[in-house]
Structure formats: structure tokens, C-alpha cells
């Protein structure tokens, strides 16, 4: 579903370019779940920027479903990510004045679905919140807001699933019943879910992990390394 052709992201630092990713290939099957470790400033988020379009690479090309994102413009990358990926951020990214429901409408409304009150709610009611959708973000749980996110995330029900640090705002217990959410919904879905996370736990429960350190991705010692 997915391929990385030598992609590499580099920006300039003063006078001098500083290569955040060096040159990685890598192909994800369809349905797959791969998680991205690695320390602060390896490169995580960068790589998982570059796989929704909200970056573009210094060299090489992403593809999706046979679709080479690098060269479209502003307007098609929106109705890709609209179409077929879901963002779940480590910080939420609610709007303050929508409630729950409304939170989760507005990609059903960009999209012009054709009841977007009842899809938000069938969703709510799948993460677990279908009697909290007229409360306003300040009055959830960090729980409660990432599960509203969750939800936001697969309103179009998208192919592909992006989480960067999912659980890194949330407590441990919190954090796990956040990801068993994210897993329950990429099995029964068949997403494709690619995971940024420092927590080797929750890694250990991928198909795949990719390690990056400095910006490269480094052999693991198991048979599921993914290489570069």
C-alpha cells in the first residue's frame, strides 16, 4: 500500500543543511501495523509527516495506493489525507468551542457526507463515549479527548491510520486501554496503522518495528527488521 523510494528530508541550520532523515526505502503492506521507534530527534515524526503529506521530502517519493504524493499540489493532498488517512496526535488537537460530536462531524461535513450527526455518533458510541457528545474538550479526560481524536481520525473510515505518540500525554493505564482502542480498531477494520512511540511495549505489539537513530534506520535483532 505504501512505498518510500530513497526518501531523505534535510533543512537548513544557519548555512549549513542538516539532514533530519537520511535516504530510507521501506514498503508497508496493505493491513499491516508498523511501529516507528527510536530516541527524541531520530527522526519519527519527521518520517511520519512525509507519509501525510504534511511535509514533502528533500529527495526521493512517497507512494499510496499507487499514487505518488510528492509532487501534488496543496488541494489534492487535502482530499487524499480527507480520503484516505487518519491523524492521531499526542496533544489531541481538538477545537475548543465544538463539542465531541461536533469535533467529530467536521471531517464528515468537509467531506460532505450525508449524515454527519449519525455517523459522529455511531463513532462516539465505538470508542466508547455515546453519552459524552455534547461536552466541550475541557470537560473530557485526557482519555476521553484522545478517544474523541480516535474517532475524528477514522470519521471517512480511512485505509491508513497514522498515531504520533498516541498515549506519550496520557497516563500508563490510560495509555493502554488508548492503544488496545487503536488495536481493536486496525483488526477489525484492516487498517494499515503506523505507530510513533518510545514505548518498547507497545512496539513489541506491531507487525514491524522500524528503529531510527540519527536519522537512519538501524538494524533490530529479530527476523522482523526492517531495513533501509
Known amino acids: 500500500m505504501i512505498e518510500l523510494r530513497a526518501v531523505s ?4 541550520s544557519g548555512d549549513r543543511p542538516l539532514t533530519i532523515l537520511h535516504p530510507l526505502t521501506l ?12 530516541p527524541s530527534g531520530s527522526g519519527k515524526s519527521t518520517l511520519l509527516g512525509l507519509l501525510a503529506g504534511l511535509d514533502a521530502p528533500s529527495s526521493g517519493e512517497v507512494i499510496i495506493d499507487g499514487t505518488s504524493i510528492t509532487g501534488l499540489g496543496e488541494d489534492a493532498l487535502a482530499r487524499l489525507r480527507g480520503r484516505s488517512i487518519g491523524f492521531v496526535f499526542q496533544f489531541f488537537h481538538l477545537v475548543p468551542s465544538l463539542t465531541a460530536l461536533e469535533n467529530v ?7 460532505n457526507h450525508l449524515d454527519p450527526e ?7 458510541a465505538e ?22 481524536a480516535i474517532a475524528r481520525a477514522l ?3 480511512p485505509p491508513l491510520v497514522l498515531a504520533d505518540e498516541p498515549t ?7 495509555g493502554r486501554h488508548i492503544m488496545d482502542l487503536l488495536l481493536g480498531v486496525h483488526q477489525a477494520r484492516r487498517t ?37
Do not use: C, W
Open 9 to 12: 528530508k534535510s533543512v537548513m
Open 27 to 38: 514498503s508497508i503492506p496493505k493491513g499491516e501495523f508498523l511501529a516507528i521507534v527510536g
Open 105 to 111: 462531524m467536521v471531517p464528515l461535513e468537509l467531506a
Open 118 to 124: 449519525a455517523r459522529a455518533t455511531a463513532l462516539l
Open 127 to 148: 470508542v466508547g463515549l455515546a453519552e459524552r457528545g455534547h461536552h466541550y474538550p475541557s470537560q473530557l479526560s485526557g482519555g476521553e479527548q484522545q478517544r474523541v
Open 155 to 157: 470519521a471517512n473510515d
Open 168 to 174: 506519550g500525554n496520557l497516563d500508563s493505564v490510560t
Open 192 to 228: 494499515t496503522l503506523i505507530l510513533v512511540t518510545h514505548d518498547a511495549e507497545l512496539a513489541a505489539r506491531a507487525d514491524r518495528q522500524l528503529v531510527l537513530r540519527d536519522g537512519r534506520s538501524v538494524d533490530v535483532p529479530t527476523s522482523e527488521s526492517v531495513r533501509s
